[in-house]
């Protein structure tokens, strides 16, 4: 059961007090009938509320699959700069969050949601979740470079040692007159700046960094950078 302002509000149409407005001015019924009480309790997987005769069907959790661009942080809310979650236009839920970080410079996929169980089942170690990322690096990557990936990097320092999990490099291309290199990485961690530092352990810089896929949830080709898209039932059952 839930309150009826809540349930409005929940599904993005307005704050706690604009919904409360509505209600009390006589344009939202349950189950056909007006009611004027914003406290009014319903059953949101049962009742029937309408705004205005339109109907509005409650969902607890939503989905988003954003194509992240660079230049917008990886945070709910911020004071001055703007947000992933400030690309999600129109009607929407004041909970999403990212679920997961990219740097501001990074581009890709991230999901928005204000499902919390299933952001810490998607980013946790402990789920071993593969992370993919395709990057453009500064330097030649080598098969020596592939190797100390696949065993573990150190990206602390000598006296603090912080080591990487296995994890899996392809060498898409390398080009040695321009010295530069293209590449898939896929890691289950999600260390601070963690590809990036694990190129610059291999003595190598990340020009260009874009995440790919998380687990069975692969990047739309559709969606351009600041673009987004609800997952489908589909993508939702594969995670
Ligand atoms: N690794 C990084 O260095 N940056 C990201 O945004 C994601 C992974």
Not at 127 to 137: E, F, G, L, M, R
Not at 202 to 212: P, Q
């Amino acid at each position: 059961m839930i309150r009826l302002d809540k349930y409005l509000a929940d599904m993005g149409e307005g704050t706690r007090q604009e919904v409360k407005g509505y209600i009390r001015q006589g344009r939202v019924s349950v189950d056909g009938v007006p009611v004027r009480k914003p406290e009014y309790k319903i059953d949101e997987r049962s009742q029937s509320v309408r705004l205005d005769e339109r109907e509005i069907r409650y969902s607890r959790y939503e989905y988003y699959m954003l194509n992240k661009p660079a230049g917008v942080i990886s945070a709910a809310r911020d004071p001055s700069e703007k947000t992933v979650i400030d690309l999600i236009t129109g009607k929407k839920r004041k909970d999403l969050f990212p679920a997961g970080r990219l740097d501001k410079d990074t581009e890709g996929l991230l999901l928005i949601t204000n499902d919390g169980a299933l952001a810490h089942r998607l980013l946790s170690p402990k789920y071993h979740v593969d992370k993919c990322y395709y990057a453009k690096i500064e330097g030649i990557v080598t098969e020596e470079d592939r190797q100390r990936f696949a065993e573990g990097i150190n990206i602390g320092t000598e006296d603090n040692e912080e080591l990487t999990a296995p994890a899996r490099l392809e060498i898409i291309a390398a080009d040695e007159d321009a010295g530069m290199s293209e590449i898939r990485l896929v890691i289950q961690e999600g260390k601070y700046h963690q590809v990036k530092r694990m190129f610059g352990a291999a003595g190598k810089t990340v020009l260009y960094l874009r995440r790919e896929s998380m687990g069975a949830l692969v990047l739309d080709k559709k969606l351009k950078p600041g673009e987004y898209r609800r997952l489908t039932d589909e993508e939702l059952k594969s995670l």
